[in-house]
């Protein structure tokens, strides 16, 4: 009896917890149709995509270089050479330190650049079939290219997983940062959402190279990208659960987005672009050489070199926070903390060379990431006010445009970096960061009235040169009008300026009679 009693009391609680299993997946399945908790899912989908990215980038920094040097050692000893002298012994060794570095030059350049090159056609695509499948097949394509750095024992083969992950990052990066822009429509939620993805940019950038060289140290190369791969399996599940890509919904419906190349000639998109290519320079450039020029130096040791840029996450996270208040508050000065970034990303490379230590290093160090997060987190969201107001509100190409100026700065940085340290020296290298930096810094004024801008049909048609894309522009405009203004009376009523005047009759009106039948 006693025996009966405990199984059927097994069985009770068995089915309390099947039941309780069952609410909580009803609540759980409510609170994803919600629009406001998907939108929430999607930032965390969004923001663990651009972790996996950038700690991949990063993670490899202090893995491969003593890996290539390993298997270029193995590769040395089954060759029979003949020396005479030490001078010849000395030599060979020489030249080849200077290939190995080639080889690891060109490997880390390997994934911007094929993301430079990619990144035209992935804002094209994703204008065209929206923003989740981009970011699915990114993620994809990350989680294949981890698992071939995992299993890879050659240069030929790591060097695949580079460009792959180039590859990803270009469908990934430019994808996930438009879906963003695409949720969150409000100028104060969307700085607010850009700035929590780059505060996860910048976590998985510094916190890679550490993360990476324990785990190599105490378990091997592959333990670093099995747990990445496994990251990168789990959000793209997620994805699959939350968005669903592949359900059907009707696309045809979707707005023609502006072509990347009429973008890419917006004078304010240009300054833009530009900015963000120019602030990234110095972390791109001094990632591969202030590692050597600390050890000739400072005298260094390995995990001295390997922590340089973690205390850098911290004030990279305040110049988030800050550039997302102070943008709440005074919107029309986002240009100034743009330009004001730029200013201490100059002065603080400047004064790189000048340290002999490595606790008066961390100081430029933190400047410089500080001034990024100031650039990074005013412009990025004003690349979307601008396609708002003067294109179409599709976002694909203009983050492509963004894609595109940071793998300019990263594709550079390995090449070009180590060859002006080794022709000119590194003091003349960051002198040189700072001033272009500083001198570039007054071309932000051109952006001082891009707030004032409102959404302006016949300045898109003088821009595009040529006729509207239907109703979809003018009702996207109501709409943003609406939720910023508020109607002036209910019922059908439509928005009045400030001046009394019906933008949305007159654009209307326009659009029907330059359009004809399509409106009848």
């Excluded at 060109?106 to 990619?118: D, E, M, T």
């Excluded at 601008?386 to 599709?394: A, E, G, K, P, T």
């Amino acid at each position: 009896m006693d025996g009966e009693g405990r199984s059927s009391g097994l069985v009770k609680s068995a089915a309390v917890k099947l039941s309780e299993m069952g609410e909580r997946t009803k609540e759980l399945g409510t609170a994803m149709k919600d629009p406001h908790q998907q939108r929430r899912i999607i930032l965390v989908i969004v923001c663990v995509a651009l972790l996996l990215d950038n700690m991949l980038y990063m993670v490899i920094v202090p893995i491969i270089p003593d890996y290539l040097a390993e298997l270029e050692s193995e590769q040395s000893e089954h060759i029979v050479m003949h020396r005479n002298s030490s001078f010849n012994s000395t030599s060979q060794d020489k030249i080849n330190k200077n290939n190995l570095d080639i080889q690891i030059g060109v490997l880390f350049a390997s994934k911007a650049i094929l993301q430079l090159l990619v990144s035209p056609l992935s804002g094209t695509f994703i204008d065209r079939v929206g923003y989740d499948i981009p970011l699915l097949i990114g993620l994809s394509v990350m989680f294949v290219s981890t698992c071939i750095f995992a299993i890879g024992e050659n240069y030929a083969t790591l060097f695949v997983a580079r460009s792959l992950q180039g590859l990803g990052s270009a469908f990934a990066d430019t994808s996930g940062i438009a879906m963003i822009a695409d949720k969150y429509t409000e100028e104060s939620e969307r700085s607010t959402a850009l700035g929590i993805a780059l505060a996860f940019i910048s976590f998985g950038s510094l916190v890679a190279p550490p993360f990476g060289g324990i785990l190599y140290e105490f378990v091997g190369k592959k333990v670093p990208f099995i747990v990445l791969a496994c990251i990168c399996l789990a959000d793209g599940f997620l994805l699959l659960t939350v968005i669903k890509p592949f359900s059907n919904r009707t696309r045809e419906n979707r707005p023609v987005g502006t072509p990347i190349y009429k973008l890419m000639v917006d004078p304010y998109i240009a300054v833009v672009a530009g900015a963000l290519t120019v602030c990234n320079i110095p972390l791109a450039f001094l990632e591969p050489t202030i590692s050597n020029w600390m050890e000739t130096t400072m005298h260094s040791t390995q995990w001295q070199m390997g922590l340089t840029w973690l205390p850098a996450f911290f004030p990279h996270v305040l110049g988030v926070y800050m550039t997302v208040k102070l943008a709440a508050k005074h919107p029309n000065l986002q240009w100034f903390y743009g330009a004001l970034g730029m200013v201490i990303i100059g002065a603080s490379s400047c004064t790189v060379p000048a340290c002999k230590t490595f606790g008066q290093l961390i100081a430029p160090l933190c400047g410089i990431c500080f001034g990024i997060a100031l650039v990074d987190t005013a412009l990025l969201p004003t690349l979307a006010f601008l396609v708002d107001v003067r294109h179409v509100s599709v976002y694909g190409s203009i983050y492509a445009i963004a894609d595109i100026s940071y793998s300019v700065a990263y594709a550079m940085g390995p090449i070009v970096a180590s060859q002006i340290v080794h022709n000119i020296g590194f003091v003349q290298l960051n002198l040189g960061m700072g001033l272009v930096n500083v001198l570039y810094a007054p071309a932000l004024l051109l952006l001082r009235n891009v707030c004032q801008m409102k959404p302006s049909h016949s300045e898109r048609d003088n821009l595009l040169e040529e006729a509207p894309q239907g109703l979809y522009d003018t009702i996207k405009m109501e709409e943003r009008r609406a939720k910023k203004k508020g109607y002036r009376s209910a019922g059908n009523c439509l928005a009045v300026d400030e001046n009394g005047f019906d933008n949305f009759r007159a654009q209307r009106s326009a659009s029907e009679e330059s359009s004809g039948p399509e409106y009848t």
